[in-house]
């Protein structure tokens, strides 16, 4: 148990539900991430979030949406999806933003494995 | 965008023998980090490496880097069965929030 908790961890939808991924952290850490692992792709950072607002967007398709209701929870609403969509989904978290000087580590969730049929 | 970028993407070795990987990054950096994911998990942080730092120490990992040739590489000493995983390497920098990994090298240790 790493401190960020994702569930579910396993999901089959069809391209025309809507469902959500949840992550949820009680590490005190004011930056959370999506990111998205394809097979033999490097990870994917979608969504970036500091103290509940979102900072950076990395031109991801509408069909996800991101929500951030406080700072210990992150939420990824999908709806119409593709089956190309397929993948492990990563929720991390850390201290503060990286960039800058100062060091930041991520910690990472188990992940939420989706198959869209 | 993709900034790390490890090399092999695949290294398969006995117990005992040693395992080095090795990460390309593209643009300057503050820090390099090492991470490590067993089958199907989340990512596990292993060990980081400042911009001004050459090489760094943690139990049987040591980690090297050559700000010039923007390359790092990872040593894995008298490797376990164990230490079968997927490693990556990320890095940040003053342009983004977050860090940036690569497609990672696939490490089988066998027994």
């Known amino acids: 148990e790493t401190g960020v908790t994702q569930t579910p961890r396993h999901l089959v939808m069809g391209m025309t539900n809507k469902k959500s991924l949840k992550c949820e952290q009680h590490l005190g850490h004011n930056a959370m991430y999506w990111y998205k692992q394809s097979a033999k792709k490097p990870l994917e950072l979608m969504f970036v979030y500091s103290l509940e607002e979102r900072v950076e967007n990395n031109s991801v398709p509408s069909r996800f949406s991101p929500e951030c209701p406080n700072s210990s929870h992150l939420f990824l609403h999908l709806h119409t999806l593709q089956p190309e969509d397929s993948a492990l989904y990563l929720c991390a978290s850390s201290p503060r933003l990286a960039g800058g000087l100062g060091a930041n580590v991520l910690t990472f969730g188990a992940g939420s494995r989706l198959t869209v049929l | 965008s993709q900034q790390g970028e490890e090399d092999p993407q695949a290294l398969s070795i006995q117990e005992g023998e040693n395992a080095t990987m090795n990460c390309s990054y593209k643009?300057?950096?503050?820090?390099l980090q090492w991470y490590r994911q067993n089958s199907g998990r989340g990512l596990v942080h292993l060990i980081l490496?400042?911009?001004?730092?050459r090489e760094k120490h943690s139990g049987r990992l040591r980690v090297t880097l050559d700000t010039s040739k923007k390359s790092s590489s990872l040593l894995i000493t008298a490797s376990r069965a164990a230490d079968t995983a997927s490693y990556f390497c990320?890095?940040?920098?003053?342009?983004?929030?977050?860090?940036?990994f690569g497609k990672g090298t696939s490490l089988l240790v066998t027994p």
């Open positions: 990320a890095t940040d920098s003053n342009s983004g929030y977050a860090l940036n």
């Open positions: 490496i400042r911009s001004n730092e």
């Open positions: 643009t300057s950096i503050n820090n």
